[in-house]
């Protein structure tokens, strides 16, 4: 007899930065979230997609929940109070190179109010701490277990970057997919509209090098993006019309850079990321717009797709 197929969702939690994005893309095997060395880079739900022949495994990425101080703040947590509901397996990421804490202590009571999902508890960037380290952290991801009244389903140390015990992490979330057929067709590795994978890829590559509170500032919108017309089937060009939106004046500058010079390279950084990601070349036109305060107005965050 044939195993019955099973098919489900899965999302990793964790603190800003504890490398949630780069597990999605590691499990899946192809850049599908954005990533970055700043915390609360992800703002959409992004999913990876993995087939088995048994399989599948469909990885809902999910932007970090932390104390609302802005009405795009509390959106976010919304979304993932909503998304922690809706999965089947619930994966919180505890960094190794950093020891627990309140944020991680308010993440795992927060889950635990949730209460109808499987939780397992991975350790992540093994690779950044020594085995002691390692060793150290799982028994205190135990206690806060305990502390919390969580039953970690499995307890699992992984390195994104390495590779190391990814695939087993990757058999264990599949494994306690409920039975069911699969939602997306085969080979499909992510639901997220090009528009949007493409918005992603500028906002990554503005975000390059910017500081302070001007990461939470940038969001990008595409408006326009079509195949350009009379050119031969062999060659095709993908033209892309994308606006940068920051809060102030102030920002459009720095975004921009002397002469152009930012905007140039940020554009030059997103067409190669976009070629690669969509297999054509692609002209690429960048514009920096101000939207005052968009992270607290409703109409501007409805605008920017929040
Ligand atoms: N050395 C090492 N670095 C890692 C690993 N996984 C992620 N990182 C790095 O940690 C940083 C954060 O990774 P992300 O995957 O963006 O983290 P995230 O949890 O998705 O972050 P937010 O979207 O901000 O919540 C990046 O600089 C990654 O390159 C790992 O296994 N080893």
Request: aromatic residues 4%.
């Amino acid at each position: 007899m044939t195993p019955e197929f099973r098919s489900g969702f899965a999302c990793f939690v964790g603190r800003p930065n504890a490398g949630k994005s780069t597990l999605t893309n590691a499990i899946v095997g192809q850049k599908v979230a954005i990533t970055s060395s700043r915390p609360q880079t992800t703002r959409t739900t992004v999913r990876g997609i993995v087939h088995r022949p048994d399989v599948q495994l469909i990885l809902v990425d999910t932007p970090g929940l932390h104390r609302p101080r802005t009405l795009l703040g509390e959106r976010l947590n919304d979304l993932v109070r909503t998304t922690w509901a809706e999965v089947d397996v619930v994966a919180v990421c505890f960094p190794c190179d950093q020891k627990i804490g309140p944020g991680d202590r308010y993440l795992v009571a927060e889950l635990a109010k949730v209460g109808r999902t499987t939780t397992l508890a991975v350790a992540t960037k093994t690779d950044l701490a020594d085995p002691q380290r390692v060793a150290e952290h799982l028994l205190d991801i135990a206690e806060l277990g305990r502390e919390t009244g969580t039953d970690w389903a499995e307890i699992v140390p992984v390195s994104a970057t390495s590779g190391d015990q990814v695939d087993l992490l990757t058999d264990l979330l599949a494994q306690r997919m409920p039975p069911g057929p699969a939602f997306y067709p085969d080979g499909e590795l992510t639901d997220a509209p090009e528009e949007s994978i493409v918005a992603e890829l500028v906002r990554e590559a503005a975000l390059e090098g910017v500081r302070d509170e001007l990461p939470h500032s940038i969001a990008v919108v595409v408006e326009e993006m079509g195949l350009r017309e009379d050119r031969p089937e062999d060659k095709p060009l993908l033209d892309i019309h994308a606006i940068v939106y920051v809060e102030r004046d102030s920002q459009k500058g720095i975004v921009i850079g002397r002469k152009g010079a930012r905007l140039k390279q940020v554009g030059a950084d997103a067409r190669r990321q976009i070629e690669a990601m969509l297999g054509t070349p692609a002209y690429l036109e960048l514009r920096v717009k101000v939207a005052k305060d968009w992270q607290r107005n409703p109409k501007q965050l409805r605008r920017l797709g929040f």
